[in-house]
């Protein structure tokens, strides 16, 4: 499928293209400019104007002098000469403007149209693919959401100047002076936790990870409960391993502090339902939203998450857990670690891109089971480089009790849980003491404050 199978012409502005070539003429250090905007040869839907850009940039890269002597010179040289209509078109384009005034004015029209032709050309592509790929619809989806992105991408944005640079970090010294000891970040309900990061910060990549089954989902969605209920701040959730009916009930027994086994059993006490009634009255209007679809793409979150930031507002994304997501390899034959990697820069990228705290639960492996005493350490994230490189916060959480055989020595630790913040690109690292509540599924601080290290 072409263009002109819609009888259409493709996006073009051929004069608008020669003002560009011109000013550049005019003026070479406008090369220099267009070149940091990303501006390439394909942007000239004239091939002969696009031969002609990536002649003059080339003469510009090794210091030549840009006249219509080296110009011509260097085309005739690589017998494009008279593919761009030979020295009257170059002559043309010296005289065809006065001034290279309205450069920025041209480059946008360029660009625009450039865009556009890419767009209509990936949409095209995509259709036809419609077509044939019908047993793997998500996997479509997700390439088209990818390649989609690589066209809004695709320009540079501006550098801004250290005068804007040193204004703004003046705003946030002297935001932090006068916050006078209140946490700058996020809340996340755990005030140990808090006072050693200084709350969730936004562009932030946070990994909370563990063995199966010591609670880093509950941990997880403790924290983005507190924001959106007690808080009252839209976040969004992406569960790939339990159901949103499933992470709700537990918010609801913790909140209730209703045993969760008494549930499953069958013997609620009739004291348990107006508890629970008040924690559903506390929990439904929070703006809290959960998307619980199984092994989801990468792109897919952060265009879900794209979405939710525009319309809905949320200040916080959280993601149970990383292993289970999608990355663009997965269909390929490249190796697990890459994958993670991929993914674990995607969650980067999320964060920076949308300006929140992207708080993500991951596994460790089994290397921690087999040595004494359990506690995990950093390397024992399973398929670790990529998610340590990328993470700017790790925490890893340990229960004793999990690991200890004797029953006397486990009743002793029974409950005691603790956060150990391995890595914290702008801060100290430490131990945070929790205590876990494992009836009512639920995180709270322990008496003990932070020991930063």
Partial sequence: MSFTDFHRESPQAPDAEKGVLSSC??????????????MEQDAFYIPAHGELYIAMQRLRSTGKALDFITIAQHLRDHNKLDQIGGPAALNELFVFLPTAANL???????????????LIQTCQEFAGRGYEEL?????????????ALKVRHNQSEAIPAMKEVVMQTVGNINRLYERNGAIDGLTTGIRALDLLLDGLKNTNFYVIAARPSCGKTAL???IAEHIAVDCGLPVGVFSAEMCRQQLVQRGLLGRARVNSANLRNGFLSDRDFPAISAAASKMAPAPLWIDDSSEPPIAQIRARARRWRKEKGIVAVFVDYLQLVRSPSKQGTFSREREVAEVSEGMKAMAKELEIPV?????????SEKREGGRPRISDLRESGGIEQAADVVGLLWRE???TQDEEAKAKVSGEALLDIVKHRNGPVGDVLLTFLKEFTTFTDRATAPTPQ
């Fill in 25 to 38: 003429l005019l003026h070479p250090a406008c090369l220099d400019m267009l070149a940091e905007q990303g």
């Fill in 135 to 147: 047993n793997d619809i998500p996997a479509l989806l997700e390439a088209f959401e990818q390649a």
């Fill in 104 to 118: 920025n004015y041209y480059r946008d029209i360029v660009l625009s149209k450039w865009i556009a032709r890419r």
């Fill in 401 to 403: 009790e999990m690991h």
């Fill in 359 to 367: 708080i993500v639960a991951a596994q460790l492996n089994r290397e």
């Fill in 220 to 222: 997880t969605m403790n």
